[in-house]
């Protein structure tokens, strides 16, 4: 089965740290998702690409979060400095784009921060 | 208003009998509309899409109410299998932009 994968699986770091999480989305699917999920917010949209192009990042606080995808293969998700509250599951999702097509996720980075 | 809204939960409910979640989505102009499940410390996983006029597979039943901006999936016969958090999820068409609503936790009870 196609997969999106994501790593690292669980990352602690300290308060003030670079953080970088990867996603490898499914080949040939074109518009990638990120997420963060905490028990109160539920799941967030972060940022989203088509074809490598940001779409929307109006869900992340630009002043400590960056979102790239250097190429088709890759899509990264930058904190620098980290904070507690970032502390949360960060999901990456991947899919064809278009109506009807429903996207599938990764794992997770389950982001501690300390 | 929240973009999608959902059932708080959690619901308990005895093995055997049949589950409704509602969700309202705020954006009438959404183009499509899903369900996924998510397990515990688990990603969230597509359970199935949602047709303007209804669509089921096997005890799961979807439907959408474009007028009202409503959407519900019925469950019946539950399983154990079936405890976990059911997601509304919308598709505002503009750029597919995906809204998650924050999901009704299920517990079946043997």
């Known amino acids: 089965d196609a997969r999106v994968t994501q790593t690292p699986r669980d990352k602690v770091t300290e308060m003030g740290q670079e953080v970088t999480m990867r996603c490898q989305p499914i080949l040939g699917h074109n518009t990638v998702f990120w997420y963060r999920q905490t028990m109160m917010q539920g799941l967030e949209l972060l940022a989203y690409f088509r074809n490598r192009a940001p779409l929307d990042d109006s869900g992340m606080p630009k002043d400590r979060f960056s979102a790239e995808m250097p190429d088709a293969t890759l899509a990264t998700l930058k904190i620098q400095p980290s904070e507690p509250r970032d502390s949360a599951v960060y999901f990456c999702a991947s899919g064809p784009g278009g109506l009807g097509y429903g996207y599938t996720f990764g794992s997770g980075t389950r982001l501690t921060v300390v | 208003r929240k973009e999608v809204e959902q059932d708080p939960g959690p619901f308990n409910v005895p093995e055997g009998a049949t589950v409704a979640f509602n969700c309202t989505y705020s954006?009438?102009?959404?183009?499509?509309f899903f369900w996924y499940r998510q397990d515990c410390r688990k990603e969230p996983k597509l359970l199935m899409s949602?047709?303007?006029s209804g669509n089921e597979d096997g005890r799961f039943t979807a439907q959408l109410n474009r007028a009202s901006q409503y959407i519900s999936l019925l469950i019946r016969d539950s399983k154990l299998s079936d405890s976990a958090t059911y997601l509304c999820v919308v598709n505002e068409g503009r750029d597919d932009k995906i809204i998650f609503g924050k999901g009704t936790r299920l517990h079946i009870l043997p």
């Open positions: 949602v047709y303007s």
């Open positions: 954006n009438s102009a959404s183009q499509s």
